[in-house]
């Protein structure tokens, strides 16, 4: 049983204290579990977390989901992930329950605004231009990059039939690539 | 019933969010904003902002935010944080804790990601697209902050949170 409780708090700890999102928290996790706790060896954790940028859904989620099930199954899965998002929900119900009266009659607040939305903007593009540049700039993951982009934008696909249908061209071209090789 | 649809709309988003954070955001403004209309386009801006302020990972945040919008009650974060979060636990439990080894080698998985990782570059674009309106720019002064705030990300790796706090201090300063 105090197994439960400690990776609770060890994933609670994790997320009340690390702003910026998930990547954020992928230190720490592993500062807290392989090298404080020993729950994950180095190299298992490394593995891990690869597999965890490949499933879909927040990775610091799909990590915490994945120490909790290698500790105790699928139990010790539900606490650790309600250990990582509980921080997170607490403090922003408060401040919905804050903001969502202040922001609509408060003309300080209404300024501060002005100045984050543009560059809120500008804080999702340096990521989308930093992977389009570690991709290597090559044809296809350009191409791919921006029909998904001109299809969301102009034609209103949802980004969901443009996530399945470039997975399923990931798929085939991989497929016919291996077959055109071993011939 | 908007409660049911919230939960929908959120699994859904758990479900294709492949790639972080920030590719979930594009799933989540389609459902939200788009599809929904639960949040204003400049509402959405706002919540981003405040997620990316706050601890912990963005589409948690952003899914209690807007469940709250969405219903003006508690009950409407709850619905929205377990069903964003619930995908990732399924498919963590059911197939990558259970075939760890086969999933690592496997060449199938590598050719899906292969057309996934560049679709999720692209998902990122086309919402900074559709952020960029006349609620987040409203005038030259915000066209000259989203250019400081872009270099410095993109040059100088400012901290993003820093520079969040450095436009407020400026929106208060010129507004």
């Known amino acids: 049983m105090r197994i439960y409780f400690e990776i609770f708090w060890s994933f609670f700890k994790i997320g009340a204290f690390t702003i910026g999102g998930g990547y954020a928290m992928i230190p720490l996790i592993e500062a807290e579990?392989?090298?404080?706790?020993?729950?994950?060896?180095?190299d298992e954790f490394a593995e891990m977390l690869a597999l965890a940028q490949s499933a879909p859904g927040p990775i610091a989620i799909n990590t915490a989901v994945f120490v909790g099930h290698k500790l105790k199954g699928w139990r010790c899965s539900i606490v650790s992930m309600l250990g990582a998002i509980l921080p997170s929900f607490i403090i922003i119900v408060?401040?919905?329950l804050?903001?969502?009266s202040a922001i609509k009659n408060n003309e300080v607040i209404e300024r501060i605004f002005k100045g984050i939305r543009p560059v809120v903007v500008a804080l999702i593009a340096v990521p989308a231009f930093n992977m389009l540049i570690n991709a290597g700039l090559k044809f296809k993951p350009i191409a791919i990059a921006t029909t998904a982009t001109l299809v969301?934008?102009?034609l209103s696909v949802s980004p969901i039939i443009v996530m399945i249908t470039a997975g399923?061209?990931?798929?085939?071209?991989g497929m016919y690539s291996q077959k055109i090789n071993s011939q | 019933m908007i409660y049911w649809q919230l939960f929908i709309s959120f699994f859904k988003i758990g479900l294709f969010g492949f790639g972080g954070g920030y590719?979930?955001?594009?799933?989540?403004?389609?459902?939200v904003v788009e599809v929904h209309e639960w949040v204003s386009a400049s509402e959405f801006a706002d919540i981003v902002a405040i997620s990316q302020m706050t601890p912990g990972p963005i589409a948690i945040n952003s899914a209690t935010y807007i469940g709250y919008t969405a219903t003006q009650s508690v009950w409407g974060s709850v619905i929205a944080t377990i069903a964003v979060s619930l995908p990732s636990v399924i498919i963590m439990l059911i197939i990558f804790c259970r075939f760890f080894l086969k999933f690592r080698d496997n060449k199938y998985v590598g050719y899906v990601m292969s057309g996934l990782k560049p679709?999720?570059?692209g998902l990122i674009a086309a919402t900074v697209i559709m952020l960029v309106n006349a609620s987040t720019f409203i005038d030259y002064k915000s066209i000259i902050l989203f250019g400081l705030a872009f270099l410095a990300a993109f040059r100088l790796k400012t901290n993003p949170i820093l520079l969040i706090v450095l436009a407020g201090v400026a929106g208060y300063v010129l507004y």
């Open chain 2, 23 to 31: 590719a979930m955001l594009s799933l989540i403004q389609n459902e």
């Open chain 2, 119 to 121: 679709a999720v570059i």
């Open chain 1, 94 to 96: 408060f401040i919905a």
């Open chain 1, 168 to 173: 399923v061209i990931g798929l085939v071209s």
């Open chain 1, 152 to 154: 969301i934008c102009l």
């Open chain 1, 98 to 100: 804050f903001f969502n």
């Open chain 1, 33 to 42: 579990v392989v090298n404080k706790k020993k729950w994950v060896a180095k």
